[in-house]
């Protein structure tokens, strides 16, 4: 197939982050040369997740946002920028936390991403993301397996260790778990204070090796 | 302007006929990305091209307006809104608005490599100094583009123009052939180019 056509009411809509609505547009049409997603929210939500581009999973991308329909109100390093409909957001430094809540119902804001002077790979995290349509429906075996084949692709990413974790304690399985959990934890301080308050941890939080892992000891799991 | 970030409207950045240069403006290096607006229902507002020489994909979107997409001959409705998503790079694929004011958004790369701005962003800058009867900056920006993307077809064929309008003969004859080498069209194009007319005698000329 040398060309693909949809329209932006046409393309499917998962949860992304925060509540917004993800038109996996990367995906759906299997763009390999950038980075390229829709997201949707209804006046007062939040239609872009705030982040930076510095994270583990993320690219380092340069990213270029484009309000399609509705407003967004966005936010970069603090500093609010009203966009309606046409308005371009383009972010150039990667440490600049960015965010947007939407102003109307409707919302709609392009994002295209990329890293200068690197070739295009699909994100870690976006890879990641094709589990959690099964956590959400109770299926923690499809998106344990996911995770991990993200996880032993990229063994040094925390937010994957610990995702897969979190999967792994929701699937039964406390030993995966709480390895996994000490590999996130000694990977990046946040997922210690993270686990403590996790619903997802429930079920390893009791365990006596719990502690030991939070710790981010490789020795939790005996 | 605000170096880690900036924001604008669309139809403030500066307009050359019907592009929006988008990456120019910003100073995007990551991938490509324009708009292009028709005047007048009618009007193509996405050439008939392929991305042959630079191997991208693209991506089209209609921001508003609409347009009929003829992708590798076959016609597509696309109103605002629209997707239009071209993978292979041999497809030819043009679009002709069908109301006035249609623009259409285009994001550009080559998968598997690095993005590099195409010769043909370069060489448009310079068109303006043409027009205006300016060879002389029409040739500073092109020899400057030159240096910074070696080897691009279109940027050597505008090089060799400004430089036979400028009275540098040898190095139009040179630039007129590395351009023919590396795109064979440029060699035909260029016998009906008047740019050429002071160097048509050029020894060097029919080698060209």
Redesign the interface.
């Known amino acids: 197939?040398?060309?693909?056509?949809?329209?932006?009411?046409e393309?499917p809509r998962e949860e992304g982050a925060d509540g917004s609505d993800w038109l996996r547009?990367r995906k759906q049409?299997?763009?390999?040369?950038?980075g390229?997603n829709v997201y949707g929210a209804s006046a007062g939500n939040r239609v872009i997740e705030e982040h930076d581009e510095l994270g583990a999973a993320a690219g380092r991308?340069?990213e270029?946002y484009?309000v399609?329909?509705g407003r967004a109100r966005?936010e970069?390093?603090g500093d609010v920028?009203d966009?309606?409909t046409?308005?371009?957001?383009?972010?150039?430094?990667p440490?600049?936390r960015?965010g947007a809540h939407a102003e109307e119902d409707g919302t709609l804001v392009?994002v295209?991403?990329?890293?200068?002077?690197?070739?295009?790979e699909v994100s870690v995290w976006e890879q990641a993301a094709d589990a959690y349509p099964h956590w959400r429906n109770g299926d923690y075996a499809t998106a344990v397996r996911i995770l991990r084949d993200v996880a032993d692709r990229y063994p040094e990413r925390g937010l994957i260790l610990y995702n897969l974790a979190c999967a792994e304690a929701l699937n039964g399985e406390p030993d995966a778990a709480l390895e996994h959990l000490a590999r996130a934890a000694a990977l990046e301080e946040r997922w210690r204070q993270a686990a403590r308050d996790d619903p997802d941890l429930e079920a390893v939080r009791d365990d006596p090796r719990f502690e030991l892992a939070v710790a981010g000891q490789a020795g939790a799991t005996g | 302007m605000n170096?880690?970030?900036?924001?604008?409207?669309?139809?403030e950045l500066d307009r050359s006929g019907s592009w929006t240069r988008?990456r120019g403006h910003?100073?995007?290096?990551?991938?490509g990305?324009n708009a292009w607006t028709a005047g007048a229902s009618g009007d193509q507002v996405i050439s008939d091209h392929n991305e042959e020489r630079s191997g991208?994909?693209e991506?089209y979107?209609v921001?508003n307006g609409r347009a009929i997409?003829t992708?590798?001959g076959r016609d597509?409705d696309?109103?605002a809104?629209?997707?239009?998503?071209?993978?292979?790079p041999?497809?030819q694929?043009k679009a002709i608005a069908t109301e006035a004011g249609t623009s259409v958004?285009a994001?550009?790369?080559?998968?598997?490599?690095?993005?590099q701005p195409l010769g043909w962003e370069w060489s448009s800058d310079a068109f303006q100094y043409f027009e205006s009867g300016e060879p002389e900056r029409a040739y500073e920006l092109l020899a400057a583009a030159d240096t910074a993307h070696p080897d691009s077809p279109s940027v050597l064929y505008n090089l060799a123009c400004a430089e036979a309008l400028t009275g540098r003969s040898e190095e139009a004859v040179d630039h007129l052939r590395r351009a023919g080498q590396l795109y064979e069209p440029f060699a035909e194009i260029a016998r009906d180019d008047s740019d050429f007319d002071s160097i048509r005698d050029h020894p060097g000329y029919a080698g060209a």
Do not use: C, W
């Open positions: 197939m040398s060309f693909r056509v949809t329209t932006l009411d393309v547009l049409l299997d763009v390999r040369a950038f390229v991308h340069q270029l484009l399609l329909r966005f970069l390093d920028r966009a309606p046409g308005t371009a957001v383009f972010v150039r430094d440490a600049v960015r392009l295209v991403g990329g890293t200068p002077g690197h070739a295009y | 170096e880690k970030y900036e924001v604008a409207r669309l139809d988008v910003f100073g995007i290096e990551a991938f990305v991208h994909e991506l979107v921001l997409f992708v590798d597509v696309a109103p809104g629209a997707l239009v998503f071209v993978n292979e041999q497809t694929r958004l994001v550009g790369a080559k998968p598997g490599e690095a993005y």
